[in-house]
């Protein structure tokens, strides 16, 4: 009996950890421009954007985790916007790199799926997006953000466990697309709001009165980060 259980757990990590084929070029050019057509409609953005909120709170809770903070709960709303918030050490470097990491988060979450596809790792991929979607889980405190995070995570286990290859594979490719397109739009966003006088309590406003550097200049940051993960894992995903 333990042997047979030893024999499936190690079968199932193989499957897990093991490669799968590269997708065809036109189902990666294909899963691109379906990314790109979740980005780019302002209609279609108010929905999609939704997927960015959670990666963009959930890098603000696993930074605060790592740096030794305190995670008490993590909100999302129906108008895309979130709220995490930890208890710790109002400044200092745990506080900035926490602060930083929710609009690098989901360009470097696709810069990291990228780079896993690459490898031709993709049920690996979907497993820890899994994971990380239950995780964050546990920590969300309002209906609508539970909601979402269900919804996101009972999709990728679905793929996971009942689609075939090739619709993991395009699956895989265009959350990863999505992540680094989508990953682009938001510190662009947050420039035009801040441009007319709004926005005053976003992260980068955070951030300069921790760090007494300039909002432009955290802008600059989140402006780098995505566009050169875009340009990083866009060469991963094409093969170039």
Do not use: C, N
């Given at each position: 009996m333990h042997s047979t259980a030893a024999a499936s757990l190690a079968g199932l990590w193989d499957e897990v950890s093991g490669t799968q084929p590269d997708p065809d070029t036109w189902v990666v050019l294909a899963t691109a421009a379906v990314a790109l057509g979740a980005v780019l409609p302002p209609a279609v953005w108010r929905l999609s954007r939704n997927a960015v909120t959670i990666a963009h709170e959930g890098g603000h809770g696993l930074v605060a985790l790592l740096t030794g903070r305190t995670l008490t709960g993590i909100r999302l709303h129906s108008d895309t916007s979130g709220l995490t918030v930890s208890r710790g050490k109002p400044t200092g470097l745990g506080m900035i790199l926490t602060a930083a990491a929710g609009y690098t988060a989901p360009p470097l979450l696709g810069l990291g799926g990228a780079a896993l596809l690459g490898a031709g790792r993709i049920t690996l991929l979907l497993w820890l997006a899994t994971a990380l979607l239950v995780a964050m889980l546990v920590m969300i405190r309002n209906a609508y953000g539970a909601l979402t995070v269900v919804l996101a995570g009972g999709t990728f286990m679905a793929v996971s466990w009942l689609a075939?290859?090739?619709?993991?594979?395009?699956?895989?490719?265009?959350?990863?697309?999505?992540?680094?397109?989508?990953?682009?739009?938001?510190?662009?966003?947050?420039?035009?709001?801040?441009?007319?006088?709004?926005?005053?309590?976003?992260?980068?406003?955070?951030?300069?009165r921790l760090t007494h550097v300039p909002p432009g200049m955290w802008l600059f940051l989140f402006h780098a980060v995505s566009l050169c993960s875009l340009m990083g894992g866009g060469r991963w995903l094409l093969r170039l």
């Open positions: 075939g290859p090739q619709v993991q594979a395009a699956f895989a490719y265009a959350v990863v697309w999505f992540l680094l397109l989508g990953g682009v739009r938001p510190a662009f966003e947050l420039q035009a709001k801040r441009r007319r006088g709004g926005a005053g309590e976003s992260d980068a406003d955070q951030l300069a």
